[in-house]
Nanobody
Framework: QVQLVESGGDLVNSGESLTISCSAS????????IAWFRQAPGKEREAVSC??????????AVKPSVEGRFAISRDNVKNTVYLRMNNLKPEDTAIYYC????????????????????WGQGTQVTVSS
């Protein structure tokens, strides 16, 4: 059974950078797409970025836009997916979760909100102004 554990969340100042990690146990992530989601207080959980088994990356339309600021990557040797976040804004404050669908490795990044059913516990990212 795949278990995901996020880490690296922190309190940072606006404009700073942070890298958060999603480590897996119980199975290799080599063949799975992994997505990062976030949930801010009082808001719904939203998909931020996803990386496929072929290393292809997707950045979803969130506000403020993360394209050009965030970068998703994976290290299959370490069984870990990263989210590098640059030029952080107070609006990026949220709990960040990673997720995947271990029973369906054929699922890519087209619809992680619907397809992904295995989640970590989240890591808090707080950006102060």
């Amino acid at each position: 059974q795949v278990q995901l554990v996020e880490s690296g969340g922190d309190l940072v100042n606006s404009g700073e950078s942070l890298t958060i990690s999603c480590s897996a146990s119980g199975s290799s992530l080599d063949y799975y797409a992994i997505a990062w989601f976030r949930q801010a207080p009082g808001k719904e959980r939203e998909a931020v970025s996803c990386i496929g088994s072929s290393q292809s990356s997707t950045y979803y339309a969130v506000k403020p836009s993360v394209e050009g600021r965030f970068a998703i990557s994976r290290d299959n040797v370490k069984n870990t997916v990263y989210l590098r976040m640059n030029n952080l804004k107070p609006e990026d404050t949220a709990i960040y979760y990673c997720a995947t669908s271990p029973l369906h490795p054929e699922y890519g990044c087209d619809d992680p909100v619907y397809d992904f059913d295995t989640w970590g516990q989240g890591t808090q990212v707080t950006v102060s102004s």
